[in-house]
């Protein structure tokens, strides 16, 4: 058992959270126990999760996506407000860490796909560092890296562009990533590979060369949150358990 604030002061010093501007707030959403004995970690701060959370009799709901982002109403109506009148019923913490889990260079998004697949990362650049660069230990056509993917993350990636391309230089992003294409192509990337694709980089990939990969958004972010629940089990002796939704998206 650890109190709710000292666990939630070492996830703010490890992630270092004052380094990001996020479009989310990062740490405690919503307010429980101030005890804590048991951790539900989650991509996402689901309705789902939530049932999971009661279900486990968990004292915190510890999530990749939470529940407030600046681009939608504040208004806590719909879903939004059963999700939350779920975890105040029973007294269950929320707590959330986007940015700053998708660009930790351990326990990170980016770090835990990059171990999974067993890539090199040379180094992180971009906006507020949340691009990898590094190269496959073998050089791969996009039908092997793409069947390497599908293998470990277990789900079929969509891949445009790149055909005929030996890939040996890579860069990635988790998530919806989707925007950064540009910077990983003027950074002399063979493939990027991020979660989600929109319209615009399958143009892109076609007449650039550089192979776009989207392997799925939850798929590519399963790790980040996981890993952060073992560091805290192992740091503070409190059990946590992972639920997966399994979103396809």
């Not at 968990?58 to 779920?86: C, N, Q, Y």
């Not at 180094?123 to 691009?131: A, I, V």
């Not at 590979?193 to 615009?200: D, L, N, P, V, W």
């Amino acid at each position: 058992m650890s109190a709710r604030q000292t666990i939630l002061d070492w996830c703010n010093q490890t992630l270092q959270t004052d380094l990001y501007k996020d479009y989310a707030p990062n740490g405690l959403q919503i307010e429980g126990r101030e005890e804590i004995r048991k951790i539900v970690t989650a991509v996402t701060a689901s309705r789902a999760a939530a049932a999971y959370a009661v279900e486990q009799g968990a004292d915190m709901l510890l999530v990749h996506h939470g529940l407030f982002w600046k681009s939608e109403p504040v208004t806590i109506t719909g879903w939004k407000k059963d999700r939350i009148a779920t975890l105040l019923a029973y007294g269950i913490n929320m707590a959330g860490y986007h940015l700053p889990l998708d660009a930790h260079p351990v326990l990170g998004n980016n770090a835990q796909l990059a171990a999974r697949m067993d890539w090199t990362t040379e180094y992180r650049f971009g906006e507020q560092n949340l691009l990898n660069a590094g190269r496959l230990k073998t050089p791969q056509t996009l039908a092997q890296l793409c069947a390497g993917l599908q293998n470990r993350l277990g789900r079929t990636p969509v891949a445009v562009g790149g055909e005929g391309r030996v890939i040996e230089r890579i860069v990635w992003c988790t998530g919806g990533a989707q925007g950064f294409f540009q910077t990983a192509i003027d950074e002399g990337a063979d493939a990027y590979i991020t979660g989600e694709i929109s319209e615009a980089q399958y143009h892109l990939a076609n007449e650039t060369g550089v192979a776009f990969i989207g392997a799925g958004h939850h798929a590519t972010e399963r790790y980040g949150i996981q890993a952060l629940g073992t560091a805290l089990a192992q740091e503070f002796n409190i059990e946590t358990v992972f639920f997966d939704e399994q979103n396809p998206a």
